[in-house]
C-alpha cells in the first residue's frame, strides 16, 4: 500500500508562485510513474503534469511553460512548481501514483491506484 500526503498549498495573488510536495510512504518497488491533478468540487478531475521515476514528463497545455514536475527518488518526494499563476489555477490539487514496471507519463485519471487527501491553491486576481 502506498499513502501519499500533499502540502504547500495555500493563497497567492496572479502572477505569484507556490511549490506543492508529495510525500510518498509504502511499498514502491522499481518503476513508479506520478503525477498532478486538480479538481473544482463538482469538476471531473484534470490532469497537470506526470513524470516516471526515469525522468519522463508530461504537461497539460494550460501549465505548460509555468509549472515544473520533480521527483526526489532518494527522498520519495514529489514536487509541482508553479509559476506565473493565475486565478484560473485555483483548485484542489491531489498527487496520485503508480507503481508498475511499465508505466508511462499518463494523464489519465483512472491510471493511477493511489491519491493524496489533496491541498488547496487559491489565486486571487
Known amino acids: 500500500q502506498v499513502q501519499l500526503v500533499e502540502s504547500g498549498g495555500g493563497a497567492v495573488q496572479a502572477g505569484g508562485s507556490l511549490r506543492l510536495s508529495c510525500a510518498t510512504s509504502g511499498a514502491t518497488y522499481g518503476r513508479v510513474c506520478m503525477a498532478w491533478f486538480r479538481q473544482t468540487p463538482g469538476s471531473e478531475r484534470e490532469g497537470v503534469a506526470a513524470i516516471t521515476s526515469g525522468g519522463t514528463t508530461k504537461y497539460a497545455d494550460s501549465v505548460r511553460g509555468r509549472f515544473t514536475i520533480a521527483l526526489d527518488n532518494a527522498k520519495n518526494t514529489l514536487y509541482l512548481q508553479m509559476n506565473s499563476l493565475k486565478p484560473d489555477d485555483t483548485d484542489i490539487y491531489y498527487c496520485?501514483?503508480?507503481?508498475?514496471?511499465?508505466?508511462?507519463?499518463?494523464?489519465?485519471?483512472?491510471?493511477?491506484?493511489?491519491w493524496g487527501q489533496g491541498t488547496q491553491v487559491s489565486v486571487s486576481a
Open positions: 496520485a501514483a503508480r507503481n508498475n514496471p511499465f508505466c508511462s507519463v499518463n494523464l489519465t485519471q483512472s491510471a493511477y491506484p493511489y
